[in-house]
C-alpha cells in the first residue's frame, strides 16, 4: 500500500483533475456560444494590418472569406487558414486591375497604402530585391501564422477570467471544500483507494489539452461549420462522478455551524477555487508525478504480486 498522505495528495489531484475538466468543457461551450474566437481572430487581423481599417473591411468582405460564413450571419469566422488569408490580403493589395502574382502590381499596391506601419511593415516582408510572388505569399502565411500565434495568447489570458468565475460557481454548487475534501481522504482508506484506481485510469487518457477544442472546423471552405467532437473523453465516467458524491456535496446540510466552522469552510472553497484556476493540464501532470512516486516507492514483494 502507498502512503497514506501521498494517496491523499492523489486523491485531491485527481478531484482537481476532474473539476477542472468540468470547468474547461463549459468555458470551450461559451466561447463557442459567444464567438469569441471569431472576435479574437478579427481582433488579431486588426492588429496585424495596423490602421488599415478599409483594407481590413475588404478582406472580410472578400468572397474566399465572406462565402465561408452562411449567408446573412453575423458572426465572425473563427479560422481562417494562412494559405487563404495571404491569397486574399495580396489580392487586396495588388488592387483590382493588377495580379497578385505580379511583383510590380504588389509592390506599386503597397506603396498606396495609407497606414505608414502597415506600409513599412510589408516593404520588410517584401522588399524591393524579391521577385518571386510565391515567396511573397509563402512569407506572409508564416507572418500570419506568428501574428496567431499572439492571438491564442491574448485568448488563454482572457478566458482565464472565465475559467476563475467557473471554477468558483463550480465550488460553490458542488460544495467542493478541499480541507472536508483532504479529511474525509484521510479517513476513508477504501475511498482512498478507489481515487487512486480511477487516477490511474484517467491519466490513460489523453492529456486534456489534447481533448481541446471541443468543437473542429473540418471543413477549410467554411469556418462556421463546427462539429462537436471529443465530449465523451473530456466527459466524467459515471464511475468518477459517484467518487466525486463521496467526498463532496451539500447533502442538506448546513454550510457550517459557528466562525470558526465557517472561516474553514470559506478558506476550503478558495483553496479548491485557486486549485481550478490552474487548470486540468497542471493538474494531470502534477497527478502524473505523484503516481510515479507512488509506483515506484512499492516494495519489490508488491511489484511482483501486481505483476501476477
Avoid at 79 to 92: G, H, N, T
Avoid at 202 to 230: C, Q
Wanted: hydrophobic share 45%.
Amino acid at each position: 500500500m502507498g502512503l497514506p498522505i501521498l494517496d491523499v495528495a492523489i486523491g485531491l489531484s485527481f478531484i482537481y483533475l476532474l473539476l477542472s475538466l468540468v470547468c474547461t468543457s463549459v468555458n470551450e461551450l461559451l466561447a463557442g456560444a459567444m464567438n469569441q474566437r471569431g472576435k479574437f481572430l478579427k481582433l488579431g487581423v486588426e492588429r496585424l494590418l495596423s490602421g488599415e481599417t478599409e483594407l481590413k473591411e475588404r478582406l472580410y468582405k472578400h468572397p474566399l472569406i465572406e462565402g465561408t460564413t452562411a449567408k446573412g450571419s453575423s458572426r465572425l469566422p473563427a479560422y481562417i487558414s494562412s494559405k487563404r488569408f495571404a491569397v486574399v490580403l495580396l489580392d487586396e493589395i495588388s488592387g483590382p486591375d493588377g495580379s497578385r502574382m505580379k511583383m510590380d502590381d504588389l509592390k506599386r499596391g503597397i506603396e498606396g497604402l495609407k497606414s505608414s506601419e502597415f506600409k513599412t511593415a510589408l516593404k520588410a516582408l517584401i522588399p524591393e530585391t524579391m521577385t518571386d510572388a510565391f515567396q511573397a505569399h509563402e512569407v506572409i502565411e508564416e507572418w500570419f501564422n506568428e501574428g496567431m500565434d499572439r492571438v491564442s495568447g491574448w485568448y488563454k489570458r482572457h478566458t482565464q477570467i472565465y475559467v476563475v468565475l467557473l471554477a468558483a460557481v463550480v465550488t460553490l454548487g458542488l460544495n467542493a471544500d478541499s480541507l472536508h475534501m483532504a479529511r474525509v481522504l484521510w479517513v476513508n482508506p477504501t475511498l482512498r483507494a478507489q481515487l487512486v484506481d480511477a487516477a490511474s485510469v484517467r491519466l490513460e487518457k489523453d492529456r486534456p489539452e489534447e481533448m481541446l477544442p471541443l468543437v473542429e472546423y473540418p471543413d477549410p471552405d467554411d469556418p462556421t461549420k463546427s462539429v462537436a467532437v471529443n465530449i465523451g473523453r473530456a466527459a466524467l465516467s459515471p464511475a468518477e462522478q459517484d467518487l466525486l458524491t463521496q467526498v463532496m456535496g451539500w447533502d442538506g446540510k448546513s454550510p457550517a455551524d459557528g466562525p470558526l466552522s465557517l472561516f474553514a469552510l470559506v478558506l476550503g472553497w478558495l483553496m479548491t477555487i485557486a486549485a481550478l484556476a490552474l487548470g486540468a493540464p497542471f493538474w494531470f501532470d502534477t497527478l502524473k508525478r505523484f503516481m510515479n512516486i507512488r509506483n515506484t516507492g512499492r516494495s519489490p514483494v508488491e511489484a511482483r504480486d501486481k505483476a501476477a
